[in-house]
């Protein structure tokens, strides 16, 4: 049995008296890159605000890291990287001072050394004062991501992270997923493409809030010939 | 997890950052108190002169027509009507068609010239004190200048004594007292309103709305620093507002501010949590910016009509009393005013200081109640 990352069970979450997100489990082990598909509005962003701790579940139960997600949201936000599905950086402030305000709040020490860094490790060093509202689009996912893995969580929430990216961006991007997974990373990773299937080790597929397949890639590939799902 | 000030003072500076590159924002809250404070203080008249006036002689000498002469050419007064009494002054004033009444008694000259006190009834509408206190002091002297000029030849032994009369004053109106000058006390909380209510729920229903709250929300914040975060550059934007409308009433308008600065500047603190508060409750109340505006505004409307900022608090019905009542400018304008204009100490503004500290209380209160760390 390997050791769980995620482990959350009947997880439901109503707006008003519609049940977004009904009855969902979710087991991601530790080390994995795990799939979450589906297509628009069947509770991927929903499921992923309650992983997280910032949409309180109607129902369920389970841990995060080992942490309640019910009430140690607090101890749960420290470790966990959350990528939200729109760029949610401040659009006025430049990339340096996006990069450096998360860092301190992350309680981060030698902020400005370790904001250096991620800027080269980007390749956004000498951009460093544009403001981050005049990014194309696929520079913001970058510099998202590279500040989400700024003060190394344990285990990355991904939204959507290739929507709206050019396939040379969606193919770089997963080749650093592949590269943080090996250093023994935990993601999960929302998506609607299905051809990003193969790159995931376990897959979970639902569609208006309730589950319709999960398992090893390879399994429900060969159990529902997944492609003509989409 | 423990307050931290790494967080908060990263916190107060994405602020800061954004404040400065708002250009538009940082523009109207510096320029809303001169451009406001100007608006009024130019209404307040300076300077005035030739002031609606009736004149009721009852004494038809060449002493009382010196005298209505004299007050006809000192330029304070324009006698615009000289009635015979009948209770008709008292429309003229109340229908606001003069602003005084001069009323020289039966008898005046002979009462003067037998060095008899004789008084000179001066009616007033108080609406503006400074015109009252104005006008006594034009009447005092030119009476005084045309008793002694008009006496000197026959009746010369009498310039040695003071001139026998004296000046009664009757105010009518307002007895409040309720002046324009009592707008700029008023004005820094309409200010102060403005800032804290619209200017800080507008960038926290931008955050809202533009997604970014929910990325700060995902990182290891204590709601407690946010807020101190979003409200710190406002209680400076807040202090400095108050000190720019002190500055010009003083300067340009010669309004000094008689009581204690720092007790005026700790009630203006008070205010401006206050204000904060109520901002904090709109943004998480209203859905976008239109909607955060709107609910503003809604604040900010029966602040200036209910609390006797614009009207004479006692002048209003019952059922708006009962309102402003619950409205915290009503207690702010009240502090200002008795600070500013009386020079009241602690013990003089209690009784509205503790209604407003009460209402700061429970708006709090309930706004740490409603605030959450999560996005339901
Ligand atoms: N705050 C909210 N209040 C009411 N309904 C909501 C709220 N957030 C999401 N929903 C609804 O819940 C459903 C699921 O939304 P969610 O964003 O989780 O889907 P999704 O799988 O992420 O979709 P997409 O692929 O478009 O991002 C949608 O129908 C959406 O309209
Ligand atoms: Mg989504």
Known sequence: MTELAIDVKRLTKKFGSRIVVNNIDIQVPKGKIYGFFGPNGSGKTTTIRMLCGLLTPDAGEGTCLGYDIMAQTQMIRKKVGYMTQKFSFWDDL?????????????????????????????????????SAGTLSGGWKQRLALAACILHQPEILLLDEPTAGVDPKARRELWDELGRLSEDGMTILVSTHYMDEAERCHELIYIAYGNLIVRGSTQQVIDQTHLKTLE | MLFS?????????????????DRATLAMMIMLPIVQLMLFGYAINMDPKHLPTAVISRNNTFLTRSLITGLQNAGYFKITQTVSGDKQEERLLRQGRVLFVVMIPDNFTQNVIRGQKSALLLQADATDPTAVSGAVGALNTIAAKVITTELK?????????????????????????????????????IILIFTGAMMTSLPLTREQERGTMENLLSMPVQPLEVMIGKITPFIFIGLFQS????????????????????????????????????????????????????MSVFVLLPSIMLT??????????????????????????????????????????????????????????????VYQNTLD
């Not at chain 2, 008689?258 to 409750?281: E, H, M, Q, R, V």
């Open chain 2, 153 to 189: 030849g026959a009746l010369g032994f009498l310039k040695n004594a003071a001139p026998a009369f004296s000046i009664d004053v009757q105010k009518a109106y307002n007895p409040e007292g309720f002046t324009r000058y009592n707008i700029v006390p008023g004005l820094i909380g």
């Open chain 2, 243 to 294: 000190l720019v409308v002190l500055f010009i009433a003083r300067f340009l308008f010669s309004i000094p501010v008689f009581g204690n600065l720092s007790l005026l500047f700790g009630c203006i603190l008070l205010f401006i949590l206050c204000n904060l508060a109520i901002g904090f409750l709109i943004s998480t109340a209203a859905k976008n910016q239109t909607q955060a505006l709107q």
């Open chain 1, 94 to 130: 430049t990339i340096q001072e996006n990069v450096e305000f998360t860092a301190n709040i992350f309680g981060m020490d030698h902020v400005s050394e370790r904001t250096r860094e991620a800027l080269v490790k980007l390749g956004l060093q000498h951009r460093s004062d544009q």
């Open chain 2, 5 to 21: 000030f790494q967080r908060l003072k990263a916190l107060i500076n994405k602020e800061l950052i954004q404040l400065k590159r």
């Open chain 2, 308 to 369: 006797g900022f614009m009207f004479p608090f006692q002048g209003m019905p019952q059922w708006a009393q009962n309102i402003g009542r619950m409205i915290p400018l009503t207690y702010f304008v009240r502090i200002a005013r008795g600070i500013m204009l009386k020079g009241a100490e602690l013990q003089d503004i209690w009784p509205h200081l503790y209604p407003l500290d009460l209402i700061v209380i429970v708006i709090t209160l309930f706004m740490l109640r």
